[in-house]
């Protein structure tokens, strides 16, 4: 205050003028500040919502089912062929049935799912998922059980969500049944090749009318 001076408007203006240059400094500096804090907010939002979205589907893979086979066959087709060649004695083709095919694309899902948790996961659930990868690797069965706990866990404790009831009995997960590519493909064949016999049909039809009408007028030209 003993800076400003208000004994002449000369001093006055001077005095108003460093008021209000010290005042939009004090603006402009909040508002940098607070632009600054809620872009890095913005950013950490977003990188946690892609980080829940991905352990989501993780979850919703490796414990999508709760009867059936719960536990996950690493066995690869390569395997079954080596198998299958030292049988026979020979090399031989491995028939794909709907049994392998399904089993074989419930291990890609899951070993897709490893994956991500190994990326975004925690300390927890890395160490789960690596135990389940290493066994995977080596040709052993693995269970996703104890894995998908602790993601449900850990998604409900971001969510806000509390733990589960303890009166609530919830069994063993596995992973989630896959539909056959196989089946949907020979049945998309079926439906096309009964369109294209339709119009096959409809084209001999059109075919036996003109030759009707190539007859007639033969019959009254003669």
């Known amino acids: 205050m003993r800076s400003m001076d208000f004994s002449s408007w000369q001093g006055a203006m001077t005095t108003l003028i460093g008021l209000a240059v010290i005042t939009l400094l004090g603006v402009g500096i909040r508002i940098l500040i607070m632009q600054t804090v809620q872009?890095?907010?913005?950013?950490?939002?977003?990188?946690?919502?892609?980080?829940?979205?991905?352990l989501i589907a993780a979850y919703r893979t490796l414990g999508g089912s709760f009867t059936g086979q719960l536990t996950v066959d690493p066995t690869h087709l390569r395997d079954l062929r080596e198998r299958a060649g030292a049988e026979d004695g020979a090399p031989a083709?491995?028939?794909?049935?709907?049994?392998?095919?399904?089993?074989?694309?419930?291990?890609?899902?899951?070993e897709a799912a490893l994956a991500d948790i190994l990326l975004l996961g925690t300390e927890e659930h890395c160490r789960l998922a690596g135990q389940a990868a290493a066994d995977m690797a080596a040709g052993r069965p693995i269970h996703t059980a104890d894995l998908v706990i602790s993601l449900r866990s850990f998604i409900?404790?971001?969510?806000?969500?509390?733990?589960?009831?303890?009166d609530v009995m919830i069994p063993l997960q596995g992973p989630t049944r896959t539909q056959g590519s196989a089946a949907?493909?020979?049945?998309?064949?079926?439906?096309?090749?009964?369109k294209g016999g339709g119009g096959g049909d409809a084209g001999g039809a059109?075919?036996?009318?003109?030759?009707?009408m190539g007859r007639k007028d033969a019959d009254h030209a003669g």
């Open 184 to 194: 949907r493909g020979r049945g998309e064949a079926d439906r096309g090749g009964s």
């Open 93 to 110: 083709l491995i028939s794909e049935s709907a049994g392998s095919e399904r089993s074989r694309r419930i291990r890609d899902a899951v």
């Open 206 to 212: 059109g075919f036996g009318v003109g030759l009707g």
């Open 156 to 166: 409900r404790s971001a969510l806000d969500l509390g733990p589960m009831p303890a």
């Open 39 to 54: 872009q890095r907010r913005e950013r950490m939002n977003r990188q946690i919502n892609e980080r829940l979205k991905t």
